[in-house]
């Protein structure tokens, strides 16, 4: 492939102005559920990929591990892609208060050692890989933190680019047709363990990711709005919104039935609060 092909951009260009010899990985995002939500950038990068790599997170999510592929036979003709896959070290859930930062940070340097032996070992020098992220790469996402930690670590070289894709939040709003802020007023994107902590100052629309434990329960007696969706984007998918107060146990036992069905939840939510204006 030439500079020019490459969709990020030449990023290692040698004095003839050929790439030579460095490994190319696209970090591509494939959209939070909907194969149509792919990018022409994505399919672009897709179909100038020779390797794939997927990491299995284990049965219970191999429905993300399947829309993956299925994305590859929809742009990639006659099945004509390497596909590798590793299955994702498990991290250690239970770890609260202090030991969580250090949980994840080991979860991540392990997840590291995976990536760099899968590159090193299935990537030709003039080859290109590519990881399918879900959602945007750039948005609770540890792909390019991982990719900096393996260039850091300064055994195997590459380069990369990013190819954004719509996020779960994206999707989230345009399902529910309501916009992510109001006119001139800031909008905080956080997870369920920091909401737990309380409700962010200095921002009545929050957006909350990552939330195993239906934290908005902590609010229902407040003046919130809330627009909650599952899987959405998938067949699966389910959207309830109105008045947290009226709703919350509602969304409470809608999440546990579908979670107790398929075996695992995806969930994202903005809570609005009511004010004046
Ligand atoms: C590790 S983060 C990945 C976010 C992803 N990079 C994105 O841009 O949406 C996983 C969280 O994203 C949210 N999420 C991802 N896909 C979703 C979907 N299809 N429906 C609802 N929430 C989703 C959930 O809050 C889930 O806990």
Redesign the pocket.
């Known amino acids: 492939m030439t500079a020019a092909e490459w969709p990020g951009g030449a990023s290692v260009v040698s004095g003839v102005g050929q790439t030579r010899g460095v490994r190319k990985i696209h970090v591509i995002?494939i959209g939070?559920?909907d194969p149509d939500q792919l990018t022409l950038q994505a399919v672009k990068a897709l179909k100038s990929t020779d390797v794939f790599f997927i990491l299995d997170k284990g049965e219970e999510k191999s429905d993300l591990v399947q829309l993956r592929r299925d994305i590859l036979d929809a742009h990639i003709p006659d099945g004509a892609y390497r596909l590798v896959e590793a299955r994702d070290p498990d991290r250690d859930r239970a770890a609260g208060g202090a030991a969580y930062s250090p949980a994840v940070g080991d979860w991540r340097s392990r997840r590291a050692d995976i990536y760099e032996d899968l590159i090193a070992r299935e990537l030709g020098e003039d080859d290109s890989g590519a990881f399918l992220?879900?959602?945007?790469?750039?948005?609770?996402?540890s792909t390019l933190g991982i990719l900096e930690e393996i260039l850091e670590r300064g055994s195997v070289s590459f380069t990369y680019d990013v190819v954004p894709?719509?996020?779960?939040?994206s999707?989230?709003v345009a399902r529910h047709r309501t916009g992510l802020n109001r006119v001139a007023r800031p909008v905080q994107i956080t997870t369920g363990r920091r909401l737990a902590e309380g409700f962010p100052e200095g921002v009545d629309d929050v957006v909350?990711?990552?939330?195993a434990h239906q934290t908005f329960e902590k609010y229902a007696g407040e003046d919130i709005d809330i627009y909650w969706?599952?899987?959405?984007?998938?067949p699966d998918?389910i959207l309830i919104s109105g008045p947290l107060g009226e709703v919350a146990p509602r969304i409470t036992r809608v999440r546990a039935e579908a979670r107790e069905r398929k075996g695992w939840i995806?969930?994202?939510y903005l809570l609005r609060r009511r004010t004046r204006e």
């Open positions: 995002g939070a559920g992220v879900w959602g945007d790469p750039a948005l609770y996402d894709g719509i996020s779960s939040v999707a989230l909350v990711m990552l939330d969706g599952a899987y959405i984007g998938t998918e995806m969930d994202t």
